[in-house]
């Protein structure tokens, strides 16, 4: 097996350690599928802005070469999500985890698995991937052992000039592998103990409506309240509504906050 690569220069993952009341408040941020922390580093930096204690870590096999993602698998995605809360859960007093698509997958699990009694609070996911109604995605599990990769669905943005640093190419064999989680997140959906914020594009050219649709229906224990995001594609928190993404981040965590500790 050939040796990883190193990961791309820019999108190396992200750590801030906030101080005082609002530095006992941690954030976990993540990436998404063939992506890169570049695509979430205006999101922490904002959070880590605002005195929060923030990680944003890089998902195993990606910002090197697809080859790497397809050496993967999810549960390797989902242990540096883990490794992460950990690391803030030595620090902080309450947690929100933050995600775009596949990141928004992996903090729903991490949801679903900690239970009531973790100081998880809340969760602000966009364009959450947890399943899909593309009839071809079927057959990517026979593909995945005739041909190693498609083209790419990276950059999917509205605003022109902008790179969130992905793959050009998808891993056929790790996307299997993330379809595999998305049935037990779709199972566990009714586990989810914590609020929910759901940022949707209207536009979306890479997670179809399903996905949003399933969290919605499905997250029965919790509530789930979708934002609409009338001007921007998949990548949105590097987009034209990422103002808006932020801003309503800021005022769920400030709410959520207050409502843990009062």
Not at 30 to 48: E, I, K, Y
Not at 141 to 159: E, F, H, Q, T
Request: glycine content about 8%.
């Amino acid at each position: 097996m050939a040796a990883q690569q190193p990961v791309v220069a820019g999108a190396e993952p992200f750590a801030a350690d906030g101080t005082g009341v609002s530095g006992r408040i941690g954030v976990l941020v993540s990436h998404g599928f063939t992506g890169s922390p570049v695509s979430m580093r205006p999101w922490a930096d904002r959070l880590a802005a605002a005195g929060y204690t923030v990680r944003l870590p890089l998902l195993p096999g990606h910002c090197t070469r697809w080859q790497d993602l397809n050496r993967t698998h999810w549960t390797d995605w989902y242990a540096e999500i883990r490794r992460a809360y950990a690391g803030l859960d030595d620090r902080c007093d309450v947690i929100f985890g933050c995600g775009l698509s596949l990141g928004g997958a992996l903090v729903l699990r991490l949801a679903e698995d900690l239970g009531p009694y973790a100081k998880l609070a809340g969760l602000a996911v966009v364009n959450p991937a947890i399943g899909t109604l593309r009839k071809d995605a079927a057959l990517a599990k026979y593909l995945a052992w005739l041909v190693p990769s498609r083209p790419g669905l990276g950059n999917d943005i509205k605003k022109p000039g902008v790179d969130e640093y992905c793959y050009k190419r998808t891993p056929l064999k790790a996307l299997v592998s993330m379809m595999q989680m998305w049935r037990l997140i779709v199972a566990d959906l009714d586990q989810i103990m914590v609020p929910v914020l759901m940022f949707r594009s209207q536009n979306d050219h890479v997670v179809d409506r399903l996905s949003g649709d399933l969290l919605l229906s499905r997250a029965i224990s919790t509530t789930v309240t979708e934002v609409p995001l009338p001007d921007s594609y998949h990548v949105a928190t590097l987009d034209n509504d990422a103002e808006l993404i932020f801003s309503r981040t800021a005022e769920f965590i400030a709410e959520q906050a207050r409502a843990v500790r009062t």
